[in-house]
């Protein structure tokens, strides 16, 4: 007698899923709308308010933290980093001048709604980040990464992943927490070792690797080696207290200067495609469409302000050291989101007690809608500045 065939439910729910993205893909690909878009729209559709296709969110948005920190690792390796700190003014002067001006904005706004001063900063924390994950995805499509407005914008968006640190700590201090002296020494010991290693690399012309002729020639090797060098920089940087991202994009700078960088794309551009897909799913899944409903004009009008003021205080920053108005004013445009580590933020603030569970969902609701909108948002701006240069 043959023995039943059982077939994973996991299983069967990735295949689900898969089917839906071709389907809505195709649909957003004959209306010319980026892939993130229809990322997004899927985790709607799979998630607990939708098909309930996928409940396990919690598994969704660990897959997808994977294709966060490949996608650093890929962008690392099409970095020139001598050109990178050559526009260090930019990354450095002009991020810390826009969270400073993040502030002081929501500080005004909170004058009149009577925020206390840490929800002001959190809050401003919160709205200074921009998604390094949507921005670099949509300059690839664009084939934007190495124009002017793609160095500012990917300068300024390391700065602000090395800068989440900090704001962590901040954050957890306001809400009554005290920073761990070991926790700090670690950090330190973090900055240090990267420092050191983008030295090593400017001084060097090439990093070789060892047994470099063999991998070469080693297709399955290739795969498991470069998987090695981009987890085991983030899981280091990780265990440092440092963002994850940013061990993986260190190690796509050393990958970059070995000259390497052929067989490592064709080994992970594929895990890249689909663990960026889940990442972008997971946000989807993270909108509360019931709550949404039942908060709509409030919603809208925050991811309105978000767009306006984030895009504006870019535009600002970039222009004091961009002559270019136009680069400038699309800079701002590609900045003008809510990034995915606001998200770590706002939970950071919740579990803090700064903010209550209304405001949470608040915030969880315009960061995940003004990833999904950002898109849209960049070309209208585009549209209009054609509309402006050629009239």
């Known amino acids: 007698m043959l023995a039943a065939i059982t077939i994973d439910p996991l299983l069967s729910r990735f295949i689900i899923l898969s089917l839906i993205i071709i389907l809505v893909g195709f649909v957003l690909s004959l209306l010319k709308q980026p892939s993130v878009i229809t ?42 980093i001598k050109e990178l700190i050559t526009n260090w003014k930019v990354s450095v002067i002009g991020t810390l001048i826009q969270i400073f001006i993040s502030i002081f904005v929501i500080w005004m706004l909170g004058h009149y709604f009577g925020w206390n001063p840490q929800q002001v900063v959190m809050l401003g924390f919160v709205i200074s980040l921009s998604s390094t994950a949507v921005v670099i995805k ?17 300068g300024i968006l390391l700065v602000q992943d090395i800068l989440i640190v900090p ?7 306001l809400g009554g927490g005290q920073p761990e002296k070991g926790d700090l020494i670690k950090q330190i010991a973090g900055a240090i070792l990267i420092l050191i290693i983008i030295v090593y690399i400017l001084k060097k012309k090439e990093v070789r690797f060892p ?20 987890f085991g920089f983030a899981t280091l940087t990780a265990l440092l207290g440092l963002s994850s991202a940013l061990g993986a994009f260190v190690a796509g700078i050393i990958i970059s200067s070995a000259r390497s960088t052929e067989w490592v794309y064709d080994s992970l551009h594929a895990f890249k495609t689909m663990f960026v897909a889940l990442f972008f799913v997971s946000v989807g899944m993270l909108i509360d469409l019931e709550f949404v409903r039942e908060n709509a004009v409030t919603i809208a009008v925050l991811v309105f302000i978000v767009f306006l003021i984030n895009n504006t205080i870019n535009v600002l920053v970039i222009r004091i050291f961009c002559k270019d108005w136009r680069t400038s004013l699309y800079s701002g445009a590609l900045l003008s989101q809510i990034g995915e580590f606001s998200f770590i933020l706002g939970a950071t603030g919740y579990a803090a007690g700064i903010i209550k569970d209304y405001a949470y969902q608040l915030i969880i609701s315009t960061i995940a809608l003004t990833l999904l909108l950002s898109p849209f948002w960049i070309n209208l701006i585009r549209k209009l500045i054609r509309i402006e240069t050629t009239g």
């Not at 470099?212 to 998987?227: M, P, Y």
């Open 211 to 230: 047994f470099r002729s063999i991998i070469s020639k080693e297709h399955e090797t290739q795969v498991f080696v470069a998987f090695a060098l981009c």
């Open 138 to 154: 949509l300059l690839e499509e664009r084939d934007e990464i190495h124009s002017v407005a793609g160095q500012y914008v990917l």
């Open 167 to 173: 704001m962590l700590i901040i954050t957890g201090y």
């Open 39 to 80: 990322y997004i729209i899927v985790g709607l559709l799979v998630g607990p308010d939708g098909l309930g296709v996928i409940r396990d969110e919690s598994l969704i948005s660990n897959l997808g933290s994977l294709g966060l920190v490949l996608l650093l690792f890929f962008i690392g390796m099409e970095i020139n």
